[in-house]
Structures are given as C-alpha cells and as structure tokens.
Nanobody, 118 residues
Framework: QVQLVESGGGLVQPGGSLRLSCAAS????????MGWYRQAPGKQREMVAT?????????TYADSLKGRFTISRDNAGNTVYLQMNSLKPEDTAVYYC??????????WGQGTQVTVSS
C-alpha cells in the first residue's frame, strides 16, 4: 500500500515562506512522477508544480507561480518538496501531494493546509 505523508503546512504572514514535504512509502517500485496541487475554498484543484524522476527530472510550474515556488526531490526519488516564498493571501489552500508509481498508478496525499494571513 503506497502511502504519502505530507508536512510543513501552517499559518504564515504575507511575504513569508513555507516548505512542504511529502514522503512516499510502501513500495519498491519506481516513482515516475511527483507533484503538488492545491485547492482553495470554492475553487477547483489546480496544478502547482510537478517533477519527473525520468527524463532528467523535468519540472513544470503553474505560470502564475513561477519565481516564487520551487519544487525539488531527494536523490532516492521518494520525497518531494515545495519551497514557497513571498506567499500571498491568495496562496491559501489545501496543498496535495501526488505521485505516479510505475505499474501501480496515481496516489494522493491527505492534504496539508496553508493559510496566508496577517
């Protein structure tokens, strides 16, 4: 059973930073793809950033977040991070980690709340 454990969310003031982590466990299969999505109240879930563990680690960001958010992963390819800087109130959302495990499919974390407020 693949499990994703997210951490690092919380309350931060505008202009502050947070670093989210997501650790995958429960499989020895290769994780091909890792990413972060978010869902604000009353809105659809949207892609924040993704990174592949193949093709040299291709990274994709939502256009509106480029320059403020940085996705990365550990060398083992089992943990993905999201560094969020210059946070704005509109970044408030539940942030979800997702992975695609070779031969098993797509998995989602339980979500971690990020609140940007003074």
């Amino acid at each position: 059973q693949v499990q994703l454990v997210e951490s690092g969310g919380g309350l931060v003031q505008p202009g502050g930073s947070l670093r989210l982590s997501c650790a995958a466990s429960g499989t020895r299969r290769m994780i091909n793809f890792m990413g972060w999505y978010r869902q604000a109240p009353g809105k659809q879930r949207e892609m924040v950033a993704t990174i592949t563990n193949t093709n040299g680690g291709r990274i994709t960001y939502a256009d509106s977040l480029k320059g403020r958010f940085t996705i990365s992963r550990d060398n083992a390819g089992n943990t993905v991070y999201l560094q969020m800087n210059s946070l704005k109130p509109e970044d408030t959302a539940v942030y979800y980690c997702t992975v695609v495990v070779q031969g098993l499919g797509n998995y989602w974390g339980q979500g971690t709340q990020v609140t940007v407020s003074s």
